[in-house]
Structure formats: C-alpha cells, structure tokens
C-alpha cells in the first residue's frame, strides 16, 4: 500500500523515533507503537521497512511472520506481502499499510501518518472493486464499511455493483442483483450502522453470482432510434416468445436509445414478461421490477446495460402455461385465455374492458379479499374483469392481489413442509413487483399481472389450512414499553420455532405505540445479522415496501383509517363483512407480521457473514482480532 512520502522526506516533525539502528540491525525486527499506530520494523538486504503490524487479513502480529526474498509471510494464513511497497501476493489477505522510514543519528525514524496516493473514498472504490472481481468477501466487506465511513453516497458503490453484475454474468439478472436492489431500497429504513451490512450484503451476493461466469457481450442497438414504440415493442414480443435472447436484447437497447420513456419502456418489458403467466415462479417480472427500482437509486443513464440484463432470464423462463399445476384439476389458462382475449398473450378483452371504465371510480367491494382469499378460480377472474369494468386501474388491483398474498404468508400454516415457505413467498413477491410496475405505467398488459398474481394466490389456499391467526388491532394491547417488545421479537429470531410468537409480538408493537420505523430498524437488525437467504432477503424488503404503500397510497381500499369498520366505499358497513375490508392500519400490519414470521421461520443461521463483516469492521478500527 504505497504512500506518496519517499523514504525519509517529509517535516521532521511527521518521523518520530522507534529503535536503534544497532540494535535492528542484530535483530532483524523490532516491535514499536507510535500514538497507538503498531508497527513492525525490518532489517532486510540492507533495507529497513516498516509495516503495519496487523496483518490486513485477520490482524495477526506480522512482526512474528517471516521475510525471506523480499517477501512477507504472515504465519497465521500464510498472506504474503512485498515488503518494500505492502502489495499481497495473494488478493484474499488485501494489502498491508506500509510507512516512510529515515535513519538519523543511528536511530531509526518512522513517520506512522504517511500521506496516501488515493483518498479514503477513492482507495475503498478501488477496494471494491477488487472484491468484486476476485469475489473476496473480505475486502468487500472492508470496502463497504470504508465507503460509508468516508461519506460516499451509497448510490456510487450500488452504480459501481450494478455495473459488475450486468457486465460479467452472461445468464443475466438473478439473485445477487436482486439483492443488492434490495438493499437499496432498504438504505433509509435502517440504522446507519446497518447500511454497511445491507451495501455489503448486496456486493458479495453479487460477486459469487458473477464467479465463474462468463462475461456478457453486448447486442447494440439498431442503427436507426426511428422505429415506431408499437413496433418495437411487437418485435420485442415476438423474439421473447421464440426465445430470441439476441434480437431482444437489441429492440430494448433500441428503446433506450431512442430515448423512449421509463414508462414506455417499463411497459415494453413488462409485456414480455407477461405474454406467459407467472414466468419461473414469479421471479422474472420480479427481477424486472428491481432493475428499475435499481436505476431509481443509480440513475437512468445505467439504463440498457441494466435493462439488457433482463433478457436472458426472459428467453429462457418456464412458463406456467405449460405447467400441470395450471391446467388441473382446474383449467387455469382457460380462465386466463377467456379474460384476456382468446390467449395468454392478448389483451384485446382486457381493453374492452378497461374502454368501459374509463371515467368512473371504482371502490373495491366489501368481500373482495374474500373472493381472492377463496377456492373458486372463476369468481375470482370474474371480480376482477367486474372491477375493470368499473373503473379500477392496475394500481388499485395490484394493492389488492399484493394485501391477499402478503396475507397468505402471515396465514401461513407451519405444519406445512419448510420450503412451502417458498411458495407464498413467491406469490408476494411476485404482487409486490406488479404493484412496482403499477406505479411506474398503465400499460394494460398489466391486468395480467394482476390476474396472474391472483391465481397464484388460489393456488397457495392450502398453504392456509388451517390459517394461523393475524391478530387484529387493539387485541395485544399489554401495556408494555414497545422497546422492550422489540427486544423480544430479536430474541424469537435466536431460537427455532417461534413463528407464531414472532407475528404476535409485531401486532403488540403497534398495540402499545410503538412506531414502525422503529419496528422496522429493528427487524432489518435482525435480517442482516444472519445469512439471509436470497427469498427472506426478498420478503423483507416487499413487506416494508408493501407497508410504505399502505401509508402513503390513495388506492379506494386504503382510504379508509378505521380499523376495519367501514367497508370500500367509506360508509358504515353492517353486514358483518368488514373484516374482509380492513382498515389501513390493519392492512398496514399485515406484511409486516408477514415478514416477521418468514423471518423466524428461516432463523437464526450460522452468522459466517455477520462474522467476516464484524472482523472487518475492527480490522478498519485497528483493533487487535487474534488477541481477546
């Protein structure tokens, strides 16, 4: 690690003594401190040099190593290091501080605050990157701590990851990026010193998506940006459907290109992504939603690398239509095909039917959660053309499938196979992106997202039998302080099994005032303290979106600020149905006792990352690690 001091330049003032020359000189090294800096002090081929004493890799003394050749060797892991500038010979360990050195008078000086060639911001950049390309979870775990730390704007790492991962990943967008999506959008939900862990879990997910992956080699764009939208978007369709990853990728760099919309080309993508239903359990249009929720943090001009990420995973998804899961013992595709027009990939009915709502205000009705929630495929296909009709948009829908999946999740029965976790997972997140998608375009190929999600949602009905119970408002009021509930929940994540209590103790939360950006710094505490894996990582981020949306939405059903007592079109319901509507508070609930669960159910883990990020962290403190 080089400095800009050559040896024994600099104010005399900066040196300060360490050890007689004599004396280094008959023992070949010296152990000294200098306002707490620990160093190690060479006699080596003539050369005297100084180093940090703490190796970069686990901090062990590197004054009880061996120099032999011009060589360092730490004993512990055997990093080794050139001595005279503190390079690695091996990219794991990171380098080693070197400092500037002078003999005066036969004593040796050592100047322990050298001035660096980079700045902090620019050396950890450069750090990261290295991460990156060597997927060394390590430095990039020094790197997004040292970021953070210098003040960088989390978007310049996230733009630096999102660079990578699209370059060097030839299979395209998956789940490191995903992640690391996610995470950005978690940034202002969680405490500063959860930042780092949230930036450097998105980075290694990243780097061992991208190890051993061939790079991708860019499909430009079309000469010409003066091709119609329409048409390019048909051209776009066409090749996702025969599976053409090469002439796809070239119609949406062209729609970029040409300088066409976020919205327009949200709905080129996610008319490709919809032209079958539920691709690859939902993932497809999930990834989808997070690169555009990825070029919200990072900026458009990333936009045709990111969004050309998109393609592989389209052209080589599996598509539920041909699933038998779909097809029996209910024809699903059947129903799909009749509300859409005559197939999955037309829209022409939805259109009709959307042409006969225009100017009029749809409030969802009183038993609609019901209906999603039910076992009839057909009455539910049927509500939802019904509310087309009547005037709802894809936004007011998607919050609807979005509020009945989340719901499958905080119903969940834990009798179920474990990975049965997975498919209500699925389902949620797959809403969650139709809801993204709903607020960034009107695109009516949206509609089929939203039926889609619905019949998803049908499927996971077993998954709730029976429904564990959500506790609605008011009924966990106990009085406590609601920081000591918070306590309690991250102790339901220290031990197995507790994922009815989990989703209890979030309901008392907000029973006894607690407030939820309290409640959700700390269930993001407790999510990247673990090894995450890649779906829990997911469902957090959807549930505090989906939480978020509830507050802040206009949507009919979420209008409503009682708790459950009106019904959607804000009058006095007394039909007994209201529970079917609930209130926003409630509905505000519901993901959050969701991910709660989901969460306990998945932990605790074995922590290996939490490890490597808290080494980190004292190695960037100059803490001792070997020592206790």
Known sequence: MATTDEDGDGPDDEFSPVVALDELEEAGRELASIDGTPLAIFHHEGEIRAVNNRCPHMGFPLVEGTVDDGILTCHWHHARFELSCGDTFDPWADDVQTYPVAVRDGTVYVNPKPTHELPPAEHWADRLETGLEENLRLVTAKSAIGLV???????????????????????????????????????????PDDRKRALYTGVRHVADDCAGEPPSFD?????????????????????????????AERCLR?????????????????????DHPYLTTGHVLDFANKAFESLEHTGWDHADTTLASLVEPLVTASRSDEQSSWRQPVDLISLLEDAYGGSVTETSDLEELAAAGDDRSWSPPADLQETLLGDDPEAIVDALADAIRQGATPEHLAAEVAHAAATRVAQFGTANEFNDWNTVHHTFSYANAVYGFARRTDAIELYRGVFDGALSVYLD?????????????????????????????????????????????????FDCGGDAA????????????????????????????????????????????????????????????????????????????????????????????EQTFTIAARLNRGETIHEA
Not at 171 to 190: E, K, R, V
Not at 489 to 505: K, M, Y
Not at 568 to 577: E, H, K, L, P, Q
């Open 149 to 191: 730390d210098a003040d960088v704007d989390y978007q310049e790492p996230v733009a630096t990851t999102l660079a990578f991962g699209t370059q060097y990943r030839d299979s395209g967008w998956g789940p490191g990026l995903t992640i690391l999506g996610c995470m950005a959008n978690l940034i202002d939900d969680i405490d």
């Open 461 to 509: 009905r077993f998954l709730n039998t029976p429904p564990a119970p959500i506790p609605t408002v008011g009924e966990n009021d106990t009085g406590r302080d609601p920081d000591a509930v918070l306590d309690d929940l991250l102790e339901t994540f220290d031990a197995e099994g507790e994922v009815d209590r989990a989703g209890r103790l979030v309901a008392e939360f």
């Open 518 to 609: 309290d409640l959700k710094r700390t269930l993001g505490h407790g999510l990247l303290r673990e090894d995450a894996g890649f779906h829990t990582l997911q469902n957090v981020e959807a549930a505090f979106r989906q939480a978020e949306l509830v507050e802040s939405s206009s949507v009919p059903a979420l209008v409503d600020d009682s708790e459950g007592g009106e019904d959607g079109d804000g009058d006095d319901d007394s039909d007994g149905d209201d529970e079917f509507v609930p209130g926003r508070e409630q509905r505000r609930r519901v993901p959050l006792i969701a991910t709660a669960r989901y969460m306990a159910a998945h932990f605790p883990t074995r922590r290996e990352a």
């Open 254 to 274: 062209t729609a970029v290109a040409a300088g066409y919309s976020n919205a327009e080309v949200a709905e080129l993508v996610v008319a490709g992504a919809t």
């Open 219 to 247: 499909q430009p764009a079309f000469d010409t940006t003066e091709v119609t939208f329409d048409r390019l978007k048909s051209w776009f369709r066409d090749c996702i459907e025969v599976r053409d990853a090469d002439g």
